[in-house]
């Protein structure tokens, strides 16, 4: 067991599975990581997720005693630092920093050593000359200046003051590397992995919920927002003779006409452990992303994933999913993403295509992570450019 901690700024534990937590399960065996659940870096609205979302939060401080762990994990320590839910004035930003300081500090006090502080989002930026830690990491996984949802004016200027003072800094694509070179600092690239026999052994129990929905299965899973392009859900409904367009996963403001697109249907949420189960039951899995600026920069997590079930895969052409193009399906235009989509249901997983995915075996997650370990334990920061490739 190595003396050195890990303080991990995050998305809650176990609400997700985020690539940040695929990382640190890997790192769980030889480091103590203290992960802090955030307030979230969303606008809040008055809707009811949103109520659930406080809800829930407000059960963490209450329950949790500002350390929460429902399922107790060797080497881990789960924090929910009360939070204030805005950061747009500098009174917002005040408050969140004195509250963070006053609930992490001692944390950090009962370790033998400072920690390497790890984090996935710009709120730590008034944190960086406070808190007593040996180093600070930026993992970047997404465009925070351009997600929908957020307040983005906030973001990007906590973002830039994170770029400017982190000692590491650690980009899931390339896209996102040219955007920090622009900011003046290197990265180094760490993509996406993968759990091969998670996604090719399906355990869980078949899922009710797709009992009474007409076969074939057109599914995608994740975070339903505005980022989809509903011109190439709604050109593939027109074209199907018969099946289910299925979206399963949490909503954040979708266009409202998604909705209403004959054989499109949505499910809530399902456990992780069972979308092995979903893909088996797919025909087809599909990412109709639009292309924006926030879809070019970002690495989708479900990519391998879609890969790893060895079902047919058809996607929005952009930097991440182009980099497969041997193993799934890329479209330009609907037209293009309706037939492709059409043709994999009627030939299946082509031999060339699963040949490509053979490749897939040398994206595991325990390699990413060791990566992540050697650049965030043991590089100095370099302010001379240096090739990441």
Known sequence: MSQTGLLVFADDWGRHPSSCQHLIRQLLHRYRVGWVNTIGTRTPRLNLDTLWRALGKIR??????????SQPVANLQVLNPKMWSWFTRAADRWLNRKLLVWQLSPVIRELSEAPVAVTTLPIVADLMDELPVRRWVYYCVDDFGQWPGLDQATM???EEEVVRRADVIVAVSENLQDRLSRMGRQSHLLT????????QTPAAAPIAELGGLERPLIVFWGLIDRRMDIAFVKQLAADLKQGTILLVGPEANPDPELYKIPRVFHLEPLPYEQLPVLAQAASVLVMPYADLPVTRAMQPLKLKEYLATGKPVVVRDLPAT???ADCLDLAET???FSQAVRLRLSTGLPEHQQQGRLR???ESWAEKA?????????????PTPFSAH
């Open 370 to 382: 060791r990566r992540l370990e050697q650049w965030a334990l043991t590089t100095q920061r370099t």
């Open 334 to 336: 609907p037209q293009a």
């Open 360 to 362: 897939l075996a040398d």
């Open 192 to 199: 996406h992995g993968v759990h091969l026999d998670f996604w």
């Open 322 to 324: 182009s980099d497969w």
């Open 60 to 69: 963490q401080w209450l329950f949790g005693s500002g350390r929460c762990q």
């Open 156 to 158: 990007q200027r906590m």
